[in-house]
């Protein structure tokens, strides 16, 4: 199990930090990777050192990717090719793609969220076709989210997503409803 979080210039940090700590509590190999370069500013100016930079990554090395949103990070995302590819790579093979606040908008623009539910940032709703809601909505293998305060459960689903008895557990010991 391997999964991919791409960072770029600008990412919301609580949306990226979040789910990186509690797929890393589940065990879940995750390979946080800087989209302009090893060190990547999110929209608060924290710092991260990434793993890897997106010229290291092979779509075929991945069970998911996760894209945390943020402005101008998931713009970022969004225009550079290299992510663009990477989703949908993964998506054509059914893997996890997972987006949060604005990055839904990425996946309705390239095509992923056809006949799929999603949510997003509300204030972008009429970006989603099939918008709902709702703090997470699961659809297949697409898992979407609202926001910075809805980062833990988006983070749980993507463990329950991969491992059902370990949710339950982290739910627990990470005190959530």
Known sequence: M???????????????????????????????????????????????????????????????????????????????????????SLNSRGKLVAAICASPTILEKIGILEDKKATCYPTMKDKIKNFVNERVVVDKNIITSQGPGTAIEFALEIVRFFNPPLYEQLKKELLVG
């Open 2 to 88: 391997r999964l991919i979080v791409p960072l770029a210039e600008g990412f919301e940090e609580i949306e990226a930090i979040a789910v990186i700590d509690i797929l890393r509590r589940a065990n879940i190999k995750v390979d946080v990777v800087g989209v302009e370069d090893e060190v990547v500013a999110g929209r608060n100016g924290i710092k991260v050192l990434c793993d890897k930079i997106i010229t290291d990554v092979k779509p075929e090395d991945y069970d998911g990717i996760i894209l945390p949103g943020g402005n101008p990070g998931y713009k970022n995302l969004e225009n550079n090719q290299q992510v663009i590819n990477i989703i949908k």
